[in-house]
């Protein structure tokens, strides 16, 4: 064969996918090492480069044989998702646009306080579950973000704020599953991502210090407990179902009983009793936020160890709803406070970016089509908890 026609068909062969191990847990990683006949080891000093050094390129990680680093350039990738833009609030809050394969884009946010710094991590394109206030849901649904897109988040605001750096200060000490989607539709991504944030020698932060936020998923909640011990926040935002289903319109499927027991079950899974459920409650105007709604949480929420974070609407455009008045505020705050409960009142952050909580809405492309497979999963979740 003349060298010309060697070189024709070599390129017209088909480029094998690599494999991005910048998803993979460390024990995907020792498993994926051993399918490639090496010793399982590898994945400890492969994890720590890519998650605790910053290091995507396998030349640069030099405790690894010449031999081996060439095996896997010709097989694997660490890939992260693409920067767009990253935007700085006058009060320290950071937002990127993310553009994940498929040429959507999601948005993540970094909220920094005096003792703490949070990153808002999103776990899909979208979301279907369209609650009537959330800038998301009004984006429609796309798909899923992979184990890597999610993890990919936590790597890029760690490098943004020279974290990989020697000596670098650990910047991201919390991070809420609270951006972009419901996580427990995408419930194995979530948590193989969750796991890698927690695992030692990779980001090592507390299961305290990681939170997954549910509109109430419950099957999906019901399971949650069996693999993973991260806090958990509900987003109620609605005292009765009445309104709730309007507002949140999964609870027509789950309502705020099963929703509560759920949270329950979880936390009294962990062996830690003395972990609480954060409630969310996003306070609207003439909507959610008058003080029989107040008496109702009270009541509703008397048997779940819990603390309650209200949350002042952020408007966006075409929402329908207005924030709460700071008198109606006050008023439902104390409402709670003397029914027993720990009170936190979210503070608007990064207003100037619209990086405030509901407003993250990024750029879905072709949503339509999958908005259909979405609704056909929900409706298999139900079932699945019908034959259970
Ligand atoms: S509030 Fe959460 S669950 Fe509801 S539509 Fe928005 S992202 Fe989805």
Known sequence: MSQELATTVASEQPQKEKINLL???ASRLAEFFEEIGEKRFRATQVIKWIHQEGECDFDAMTNISK??????????????????NCQDSVDGTRKWLIRVDGGSCIEMVYIPERERGTLCV?????????CSFCATGKQGFNRDLTAAEII?????????????MPKGKRRVTNVVMMGMGEPLMNFDNVVAAMGIMLEDNAYGLSKRRVTLSTAGVVPQL????DVSDVSLAISLHAPNDELRNQLVPINRKYPLAQFIESAKNYIEKMPDNRRKVTVEYTLMDQVNDRSVHARELVELLKDLPCKINLI???????????????????????????????????????????AACGQ????????TKRQARYKKRLNEIESLNIIE
């Open 23 to 25: 998803g993979f847990s």
């Open 67 to 84: 031999e081996l680093r060439a095996k896997l350039h010709d097989i694997a990738e660490v890939k992260l998702p693409e920067v767009v």
């Open 122 to 130: 999103s776990s899909q394109i979208g979301c279907a579950l369209d």
């Open 152 to 164: 990919g988040q936590l790597w890029i605001a760690a490098d943004s704020f020279g974290q990989f």
């Open 222 to 225: 019901d399971k949650l407990g």
């Open 312 to 354: 002042p609407f952020n408007s966006f455009p075409g929402s329908g709803y207005k924030t709460v008045t700071n008198t109606a505020l006050d008023r439902f705050r104390d409402i709670l406070v003397a029914g027993g409960y720990t009170v936190m009142v979210r503070t608007t952050r990064g207003d100037d970016i619209a």
């Open 360 to 367: 993250l809405a990024g750029e879905v492309n072709d949503r």
